[in-house]
């Protein structure tokens, strides 16, 4: 009975020796996968084929990039819950796929916070209040005058229903106190093609957008939306600055895993690309993006992604937001 106890204690050991090995040899297999959620082309893939290719010479194993768009996120998200937590399937998710959507949407495929490892915050880009150059408005208190004066006759473009755009509009029209109606696009770029054109009156967008329209002339920047300036478009006050107390609102990009991903993976993959982020190219790219990285551990983002989903949690019910 001892030897047969020694034997199956022996042949577990010796099973489970090949696991540990392959785990501490990360990556051991090609490729690694990067989803982007949304379509190619847009300020997620530019991040993910940026950081991807500084990670494969980093880790030594080809990365590959996803495209897997639909539902704000939520198809890409989604299939990156449920794919094996070996660290080879990673998730470049933002603000929409993993705070605006489940705070929005009744029912979601996964849980934003317990279906995810969260492995790394890449930063936050500003949104920016934009008017036609053609419009009155100079200014945010004209801006808000004018909107108490006719309510709900002045309408703001965003680039869908759950984005981060359509959000910031709902947040100014509590925190304003300005009856503006939200129309969604398909995307930014119908969105601020029609706010140049003259056909919809403002809109909030991405600096990233946003930037070339603003400094050609063609729509007039009020303020942007988060605490601080963008370095994108320094001259451009926030909105804090122009009167709206508390306005604080970014749309942010970051780095998930499912679940059960191994936490020394996380933490090497936490590691790798916080190097692959201040790098002087990599930084001068971020910079035109108007990205703004703050140095984070797993645990940190953790808690930033709780807080997150608290916020627009109570942005959606006070606003009385409805999904489509």
């Not at 996964?110 to 209040?129: K, P, Q, R």
């Not at 801006?143 to 359509?166: L, R």
Request: hydrophobic share 45%; aromatic share 6%.
């Amino acid at each position: 009975m001892k030897r047969r106890l020694l034997l199956i204690s022996s042949l577990a050991l010796a099973s489970a020796a090949p696991l540990a090995r392959a785990q501490d040899a990360w990556p051991a297999k090609q490729p690694v996968r990067i989803v982007v959620p949304f379509a190619a082309g847009g300020t997620s893939d530019v991040l993910a084929r940026l950081i991807g290719e500084k990670l494969q010479v980093a880790i030594k194993q080809t990365v590959v990039i996803e495209n897997k768009a639909g539902a704000g996120g939520v198809i890409g998200a989604d299939a990156v819950a449920k794919s094996p937590a070996d660290g080879y399937t990673i998730l470049l998710g933002t603000i929409s796929s993993h705070a605006i959507n489940p705070a929005l949407q009744p029912k979601m495929p996964y849980n934003a916070t317990t279906d995810f490892a969260h492995v790394i915050l890449l930063g936050s880009i500003s949104n920016v209040l934009l008017v036609g150059a053609s419009q009155p408005w100079k200014t945010v208190p004209e801006f808000i005058a004018a909107a108490k004066a006719k309510p709900g006759e002045i309408s703001f473009a965003s680039a869908g229903q759950g984005s981060s755009q359509h959000m910031s509009g709902e947040m100014f029209k509590l925190l304003a106190g300005a009856d503006l109606t939200h129309v969604p696009y398909k995307g930014s770029a119908p969105a601020i093609q029609d706010v140049i054109g003259g056909q919809i009156p403002a809109s909030f967008e991405t600096v990233t957008v946003a930037a070339p329209h603003i400094q050609s002339g063609k729509v007039r920047a009020l303020a942007v939306t988060s605490a601080q300036r963008s370095g994108a478009i320094p001259t451009v006050p926030t909105l804090q600055e122009a009167g709206v107390a508390n306005f604080d609102v970014a749309s942010w990009q970051a780095f998930y895993a499912p679940a059960a991903t191994p936490p020394a993976i996380v933490k090497t993959l936490n590691t790798e690309i916080a190097k692959i982020l201040v790098m002087p190219d990599v930084k001068a790219r971020l910079d035109a993006l108007g990205l703004v990285h703050t140095p984070n551990t797993p645990e940190q983002f953790t808690a930033f992604g709780k807080a997150e989903i608290a916020k627009w949690t109570k942005v959606v019910k006070d606003g009385k937001v409805k999904p489509e």
